[in-house]
């Protein structure tokens, strides 16, 4: 439990590596999360050669953890082992199509955050790379992703270089609703957003940027909607190639 | 790391309520997870009230761990707040698009799944809906979820009312692969799933279905193709509703 309370994401890793016996360990763990209907429509890929880092890190905007980070996991959607063990069993499986893509993609994840939550109780750092999605097709082709298998989130795991510093989260009344939701007010968007705005890190992230606040840092540099559209496409034109739609 | 290797789903819950703190403890500690760029693009509806989890459980086939259980919580993805403070601060926000729901849906699967495994490590019992996706439309309506914000996942928690039996999980050759896709021959498939496949439980399964063998069950019975391609549109037309595309 303190692990979870003191947890912070790590991008600079010591050159100790990961025995294989606490990477089969964690795995374990991982795939003992509840996943849809037990059919366990997720597929790991582990990356440990330098070379094959390096050309995974190309399909990420070359975010150094990749190759700096002893393992790299990429999580999948998997409905191709699944749909040939119901071939070979003349049942007819219907998987090729966005809700099937959905519901392994929540299993995907749901076996990511339980490996994190696992490696950090171990005292490893993890990173996740949130731009899987964006350069899916080419993480399909290094990883060579059969019909049917779509790269949902990545992972970069090693021992913390130095220990991690947890940054701001908004006040958990920014986030939990009580039955329904209760939309925000002007005021309660200046209200729950105040402390984040005003942390010195976040005023010099503004500075820093150019901007006039922290929103349009995040709006208009970090993820445009140029961008969010440009992205979209590509994902969309990925999940039709798998088979999806 | 001992409740992550022995936990199963749990169903069934005694009447034992979760407080307030407890509750609010694990939402705290869910939202310490990672999250793309700290934008905490997500929301949680905590559902106590009976007549509201009556009506919620209508939404989930009328799952009866909806209503037996003290605490529901739907996971949304949320760019609803964000592009509120986004216009707010003359910040120009473009997340209506499917790139900005799938990284805020992982998100909130990633939150999910967070506070699944502290829920446990309390001695919480935790059953995920995977039907949030299914009937997506009418839990908008029902939690009053406005555009650009869309129910992921659902989670029901509560005391255990007996201890959860373990259910079986592929080897982990099935779920792993080194480096790159190792595509599975038919020798592999029959291999792979041969103990799944032999168990008790599996089999007696496949008799009162009155289907020749397990996969026909998951892919003739419980998640067919007509289903899945009925939901899969469902879904879509709600995703369009909520402005993500």
Redesign the interface.
């Known amino acids: ?1 303190d692990s ?2 003191k ?1 912070a ?1 790590v991008r600079a890793y010591s050159q100790q590596d990961i025995s294989p016996e606490l990477l ?1 360990e964690l ?3 991982a ?4 996943n ?5 429509a ?8 330098p070379e ?1 880092k390096k050309a995974l890190a190309a399909c990420h905007f070359n975010q150094p953890q990749v190759v700096n980070a002893p393992v790299v996991l990429t999580f ?1 959607a ?1 409905f ?3 749909s ?3 071939a ?8 090729n ?4 893509l ?2 392994a ?2 299993d995907a ?2 076996v ?3 490996f ?3 490696a950090e ?2 005292g490893l750092g ?3 790379l ?1 731009t899987t ?2 350069l899916a097709k080419e993480i399909i082709e ?5 019909p049917l ?1 779509f790269p ?2 990545t992972v970069s795991v090693g021992y913390p270089l130095e220990p991690p510093k ?5 006040p ?1 009344e ?8 209760r ?2 007010t ?1 005021a309660d ?2 209200r ?2 105040l402390a984040k705005e005003q942390l010195p890190e976040n005023r010099h992230f503004v500075e820093i940027n150019h901007k ?5 840092v ?3 540099i ?5 961008d ?2 440009h ?2 496409d590509t ?2 034109r990925a999940v039709k190639k798998q088979g999806f ?1």
């Open positions: 439990m979870m309370k947890r994401t089969d795995l374990e763990i795939c003992r999360s509840s849809t209907g037990n059919m366990q997720y597929s790991i890929v582990v990356s440990r050669d094959r999948c998997d191709n082992r699944f040939k063990w119901c070979q069993r003349n049942a007819q499986a219907g998987f199509n966005v809700q099937a959905t519901y993609s929540i994840v749901i990511a955050q339980t994190c939550v696992a109780e171990k993890i990173c996740y949130g999605t964006y290094l990883l060579e992703l059969p298998v949902v989130t947890q940054c701001e989260r908004l958990q920014a986030v939990v609703h009580s039955e329904t939701y939309d925000y002007p968007i200046d729950l957003h006039e606040n922290l929103a349009q995040f709006a208009e970090r993820y445009t909607k140029k969010n559209e992205f979209s994902l969309l739609c």
